[in-house]
Nanobody, 126 residues
């Protein structure tokens, strides 16, 4: 059974930092495009960051570019999202996602991803 498990969420003051991690089990995603998305109540899940299968390319939403950094460790079958200079508008549930086909470039659409974690809450206070 494929499982993605996010960790690292929590409560932080504006201007602070958090580091999210996503660990995969059940199969390896070391050669698969991965992504981070976020969602707030009554809104659609939105793209935050994506990384290509080998980590050679990353793409970010305009709202987080320059503050967030996505990385991957294929030996550990994990991806990370370093979030700096957090703002209250970054408050959301953050989800990790994986594409089922290997050797793919960065994917930004939530419809392109096949596997999802359960999410981790990030709350940024003023």
């Amino acid at each position: 059974q494929v499982e993605l498990v996010e960790s690292g969420g929590g409560l932080v003051q504006a201007g602070g930092s958090l580091r999210l991690s996503c660990a995969a089990s059940g199969r390896t995603f070391s050669n698969h495009a991965m992504g981070w998305f976020r969602q707030v109540p009554l809104k659609e899940r939105e793209f935050v960051a994506g990384i290509s299968w080998n980590g050679g390319r990353t793409t970010y939403a305009d709202s987080v570019r320059g503050r967030f950094t996505m990385s991957r460790d294929n030996r550990k079958n994990t991806v990370n999202l370093q979030m700096n200079s957090l703002k209250p508008e970054d408050t959301a549930v953050y989800y990790c996602a994986a594409h089922r086909v290997a050797y793919t470039d960065v994917l930004t659409s939530r419809h392109a991803y096949d596997y999802w974690g359960q999410g981790t809450q990030v709350t940024v206070s003023r």
